[in-house]
């Protein structure tokens, strides 16, 4: 477990035993959605869709060889907010999400941590720039949609809410009647971390390597773990 405080386990605990209400996000925290199903190959095969349609332009070099396919669709976006073609990448993406739940690897503990704080009575979201179709798919296979439902905010067809932007966040808490102190965000990037920061929710970064935590930690995200086993025991005890 990495944190920047020598008091991570009291960090921990104080944020654990304050949370009413948890905002998870789902690639990461929850599962790795694109462990058999690379990402990589998501994002290149929407960048060959595009420039199939002769659109190649619609992209830079560096967007064009991007690991990420939220950053390709954001990009087309940005040139053409709202458009039809947006809303088919969009759902070309969303059928790639959708195809990659079979092979998703559950993140450890995620499972029976999420099932330990609802029995709790703590209440829970999803937060994420996943589809929402996914997440529910995902969350269905696992007997875990009871847990969350009905509060499941994904991405929508408006690409500006997308994280950083805190959108997915204050839609949660305004249908859970929760105040941003009262809540806690577990999320595994920069981006989760200032949407959290802007909506006024403390934030744990969860990050399944040195390299995640690096980048969580030069965020300025003041604890993160790198296994959900400690919240797990806290909650235990």
Not at 58 to 82: C, F, K, S, Y
Not at 123 to 134: C, G
Not at 201 to 221: D, H, I, M, Q, S
């Amino acid at each position: 477990m990495a944190a920047k405080s020598k008091n991570t386990t009291e960090e921990l605990t104080e944020l654990i035993s304050s949370a009413r209400v948890v905002l998870w996000d789902f690639d990461g925290p929850i599962c790795r959605l694109f462990a058999g199903h690379s990402a990589e190959v998501v994002a290149d095969d929407l960048v060959e869709w595009l420039m199939s349609r002769g659109l190649h332009g619609l992209v830079t070099d560096t967007e064009r060889n991007t690991l990420d396919p939220h950053l390709v669709l954001r990009a087309v976006d940005r040139r053409h907010p709202g458009s039809d073609l947006v809303a088919e990448l969009e759902e070309r993406l969303t059928k790639e999400e959708l195809r990659a739940t079979s092979t998703a690897m559950p993140t450890a503990y995620a499972d029976i941590l999420i099932q330990t704080w609802r029995a709790r009575g703590v209440r829970m979201a999803v937060t994420t720039n996943n589809s929402p179709r996914v997440v529910r798919a995902y969350l269905d296979d696992r007997d875990l949609t009871p847990c969350f439902a009905p509060h499941i905010y994904g991405r929508t067809q408006d690409l500006r809410h997308l994280k950083p932007d805190p959108h997915c966040l204050n839609r949660a808490l305004r249908a859970m009647g929760a105040a941003p102190d009262a809540a806690l965000m577990i999320g595994d990037s920069p981006t989760d971390l200032q949407a959290a920061r802007t909506a006024g929710v403390p934030f744990l970064g969860y990050a399944r390597n040195e390299r995640k935590a690096k980048l969580l930690t030069e965020a300025g995200a003041d604890c993160v773990v790198l296994s959900l086993r400690p919240l797990l025991e806290i909650l235990r005890h």
